[in-house]
């Protein structure tokens, strides 16, 4: 599972979090049924689906952040730098949150306090995490790391004051101010314009270079996993459908889900090519059926599909019954 080609042969990688069929569930309702994937240290992971897939839910429960939602994990497991956290105290996702595992969400708007300033936001943020003596001085570095121009004027600056790109700069920066492990991002480049969108995704994987972190980037865009990532999780209806190295993911000879998604992106299109369009829209977590959760949107989907819930299959975790035939012609 997400296991890149980079790892010698017979050495078991350095995994910074494993996630072993995990569920969650908010109040009585399963939102999050099982997801399966493992991060190498040093590597990058992108999750990708269409909206209403999960992705979010996966990212709130691997910060352990469910419970602010009145959710729980409901079974399987989650490991963080080799430690058990599937049940961990709220005080002991304190002590990991910010210091080893850090989180970028979707609104940078929402994410920053409106009545502090940047920079008080960023001096308290350092004095909560680090044992910095001059909050001030490393706000700036900070600032600077993440190319942000003007610094000092942006430490003066409140959110609202701040261009979207700029924002999102500062949530960064934010989330990197104590040397995180793992840097989570759900859906970073949100609302933001093309130009920015690449700005901000080449600070990601910058960072990640010079402080040696590891990166889970959440995204419905599979150009940008392609050109980002080391591995991708496919998700859909709360489940990991498929998990590989990001070239094999995108080869096209996976799930059905994947071949759908990718006939559906422009990029591989030809001019005056008709746009793939998947039918229909993934059903909520109270509507899961009851075998494939893909099948009623499949163009493979056989009786069978809609009755028997897939196990997975081995290479490159992928959940298809009908895998081997499909790629059998």
Excluded at 264 to 269: D, E, V, Y
Aim: with cysteine.
């Amino acid at each position: 599972m997400a296991e890149s080609s980079r790892q010698p042969a017979g050495v078991e990688p350095d995994w910074i979090l494993e996630c072993d069929d995990l569920a969650a569930s908010i109040g009585e309702t399963e939102v999050l049924s099982s997801l399966a994937l493992r991060l190498p240290r040093g590597q990058s992971l992108g999750i990708v689906g269409e909206t209403g897939s999960g992705k979010s839910i996966a990212c709130r429960t691997m910060i352990g952040l469910l419970g602010r939602v009145g959710g729980r994990i409901s079974r399987g497991s989650l490991r963080f730098d080799g430690s058990d956290v599937t049940h961990a105290s709220e005080d002991e996702w304190r002590r990991l949150r910010g210091r080893k595992i850090a989180f970028v969400p979707q609104a940078s708007l929402s994410g920053l306090d409106p009545i502090m300033t940047v920079g008080r936001q960023l001096m308290e943020t350092i004095r909560v995490l680090t044992d910095h003596g001059h909050p001030r001085t490393r706000a700036v570095e900070l600032l600077e790391l993440v190319d942000m121009p003007r610094p000092d004027r942006v430490m003066r600056s409140y959110p609202h004051e701040l261009s979207g790109g700029m924002r999102q700069r500062a949530m960064i920066a934010l989330a990197v101010a104590g040397d995180p492990a793992l840097l989570i991002a759900d859906e970073p480049t949100t609302a933001l314009d093309v130009t920015v969108q690449k700005l901000v995704l080449e600070l990601l994987v910058s960072l990640v270079k010079t402080k040696s972190m590891s990166l889970i980037l959440v995204t419905h865009d599979l150009a940008v996993v392609q050109e980002h990532t080391d591995s991708t999780a496919i998700m859909y209806a709360g489940e990991t459908v498929e998990v590989g190295r990001t070239d094999t993911v995108l080869s096209g000879d996976g799930h059905p889900y994947t071949r759908a998604l990718l006939a559906s992106g422009p990029a591989r299109m030809r001019a005056g090519q008709r746009l793939g369009v998947i039918g229909g829209s993934p059903p909520s977590p109270t509507e899961w059926p009851p075998g494939c959760r893909f099948a009623p949107r499949c163009a493979y989907a056989t009786d069978e599909c809609r009755i028997a819930k897939p196990a997975r299959v081995s290479e490159r975790s992928i959940r298809c019954l009908r895998l081997l035939e499909i790629r059998n012609g």
